[in-house]
């Protein structure tokens, strides 16, 4: 029912893997969690690695006064 809800990485599904790609990934996590998880207050995101069409993220921020570190999220 919500067609803006979630990111917009679903439409950078078979775009060339460039650096390009990943600061816009970086934008559409950021984003998505401030719109929709206000309680979670992202202080990093990072690559871990580029492989075979997949991207690794790591996620550091705060979430409701305690640190979080979430590692190894797979966008593929």
């Known amino acids: 029912m919500r ?10 599904i078979d775009a060339p893997l460039t650096g390009e790609l990943v600061a816009e990934i970086y934008a559409d996590v950021v984003e998505a969690l ?19 069409g997949k991207i690794e993220l790591d996620l550091e921020g705060k979430y409701m006064n305690e640190n ?3 590692n190894n999220l797979t966008i593929s």
């Open 34 to 52: 401030f719109n929709y998880e206000p309680r979670f207050e992202v202080s990093a995101v990072s690559v871990v690695s580029v492989s075979g």
């Open 68 to 70: 979080i570190k979430l």
């Open 3 to 12: 067609r803006d809800y979630g990111s917009r990485i679903f439409q950078r």
